[in-house]
T-cell receptor, first 116, second 117 residues
Framework: EAGVAQSPRYKIIEKRQSVAFWCNPI?????LYWYQQILGQGPKLLIQFQNNGVVDDSQLPKDRFSAERLKGVDSTLKIQPAKLEDSAVYLC??????????????FGPGTRLTVL | AQTVTQSQPEMSVQEAETVTLSCTYD???????LFWYKQPPSRQMILVIRQEAYKQQNATENRFSVNFQKAAKSFSLKISDSQLGDTAMYFC??????????????FGKGTLLTVNP
């Protein structure tokens, strides 16, 4: 079974530029999550989708971050414009359904963003 | 809101020895899951072990076991016979299991474990 795929793995941009990350969840997983992991901290949920609908985006900085999940499969996370404090690893995760089988989320390798 | 605290930023252990990582959490919920995730250097996060709050028996997965103290809101991870491949960042995480919630994971800040040869 293929895992959660993310691209790119690394990205370096200058502040005020735009960037987009892509995630392909495990086949059949209805729930998709985007987390931000700042160096030295645990992951923080940015947005959660159930199929193609948003379940929770309470911690998403909506003035600069946006995300979509067309057709309930792949998802993209965009930052426009980027700030220095956006430097982090962006993790995508998926689970079988909202509650998940015993709650397990499967994580992708992450995209490491550096904003200069 | 739930919080998860890992008070040990870094730990080290000699190969083949046993080490315990600490985690405490705060919640008003009664029905929830607790997890330990492992994040090796430059590799993706994987689930090590899970505990359902309504189960009194501590979970075990091969060399990994937990000490779940619900009243004390403590959830420690014990790694026996430590191996070099256990070197990683370990995150404790909480997830409610109550209906109507979004079931998001709340993570601690992590403990960097180094296993020395």
């Amino acid at each position: 079974e293929a895992g959660v795929a993310q691209s790119p793995r690394y990205k370096i941009i200058e502040k005020r530029q735009s960037v987009a990350f892509w995630c392909n969840p495990i086949s059949g997983h209805a729930t998709l999550y985007w987390y931000q992991q700042i160096l030295g901290q645990g992951p923080k949920l940015l947005i959660q989708f159930q199929n193609n609908g948003v379940v929770d985006d309470s911690q998403l900085p909506k003035d600069r971050f946006s995300a979509e999940r067309l057709k309930g499969v792949d998802s993209t996370l965009k930052i426009q414009p980027a700030k220095l404090e956006d430097s982090a690893v962006y993790l995508c995760a998926s689970s079988h359904r909202l509650a998940g089988v015993l709650g397990e989320q499967f994580f992708g390798p992450g995209t490491r963003l550096t904003v200069l | 809101a739930q919080t998860v605290t890992q008070s040990q930023p870094e730990m080290s252990v000699q190969e083949a020895e046993t080490v315990t990582l600490s985690c405490t959490y705060d919640t008003s919920e009664n029905n929830y899951y607790l997890f330990w995730y492992k994040q090796p250097p430059s590799r993706q996060m994987i689930l090590v072990i899970r505990q359902e709050a309504y189960k009194q028996q501590n979970a075990t997965e091969n060399r990994f076991s937990v000490n779940f103290q619900k009243a004390a809101k403590s959830f420690s991870l014990k790694i026996s016979d430590s191996q070099l491949g256990d070197t990683a960042m370990y995150f404790c995480a909480f997830r409610t299991n109550s209906g109507g919630s979004n079931y998001k994971l709340t993570f601690g800040k992590g403990t960097l474990l180094t296993v020395n040869p």
